[in-house]
T-cell receptor, first 115, second 114 residues
């Protein structure tokens, strides 16, 4: 079984400050890891993914995430947050051996960026 | 390119009525997933299809829920009869099986059962 934990319900940050959203995962095999963002009344939008290779993954809108196998973490980061980054962020995991491609999502973290 | 298209975007119905939600996946994608989002339970995977065949429906909460995929470009999720606790946002997502697979989500169907 696979699972994802996002330990923070909400993260508050001032505009221009660095933003970090935490995620830890559990899978029986090797993971594929994903971050999605959801704006109010919209669907989930893909931000970035880790499949293999470099542990630092760069994605859309200046976001990046670092895969840490020993800590089973995949934290999302942005060096300088914008007010427009305020949204709900989801981490998701897929077991590499799962050929069907289903994703297990975390509970989500609400990011609030204040001017 | 058109993304995943869901309809209706909003549905308000009364308890006991039948509800049908519709989804058109991205052309060329062969896997389709139905998720439900609520405040209490977050995102739950209800059922998924590959090449129009249901693979796993263990996430469907009750027999009142059913889903079909008659062809590669259309899927439905039906609730009959509906109950107030079915109120949620229902998302459809598609992907290409065998890839490294991010899912592409539709905008969702917000269901309110009174």
């Amino acid at each position: 079984a696979q699972s994802v934990a996002q330990p923070e319900d909400q993260v508050n940050v001032a505009e221009g400050n660095p933003l970090t959203v935490k995620c830890t995962y559990s899978v029986s095999g090797n993971p594929y890891l994903f971050w999605y963002v959801q704006y109010p009344n919209r669907g989930l939008q893909f931000l970035l993914k880790y499949i293999t290779g470099d542990n630092l993954v760069k994605g859309s809108y200046g976001f990046e995430a670092e895969f840490n196998k020993s800590q089973t973490s995949f934290h999302l980061k942005k060096p300088s947050a914008l007010v427009s980054d305020s949204a709900l962020y989801f981490c998701a995991v897929r077991d590499m051996d799962d050929s069907w491609g289903k994703l297990q999502f975390g509970a989500g973290t609400q990011v609030v960026v204040t001017p | 390119d058109a993304g995943v298209i869901q309809s209706p975007r909003h549905e308000v119905t009364e308890m006991g009525q039948e509800v049908t939600l519709r989804c058109k996946p991205i052309s060329g994608h062969n896997s389709l997933f139905w998720y439900r989002q609520t405040m209490m339970r977050g995102l739950e995977l209800l059922i998924y299809f590959n090449n129009n065949v249901p693979i796993d429906d263990s996430g469907m909460p009750e027999d009142r829920f059913s889903a079909k995929m008659p062809n590669a470009s259309f899927s439905t999720l039906k609730i009959q009869p509906s109950e107030p606790r079915d109120s949620a946002v229902y998302f459809c997502a598609s992907s290409l099986r065998g890839g490294t697979g991010e899912l592409f989500f539709g905008e969702g169907s917000r269901l309110t059962v009174l």
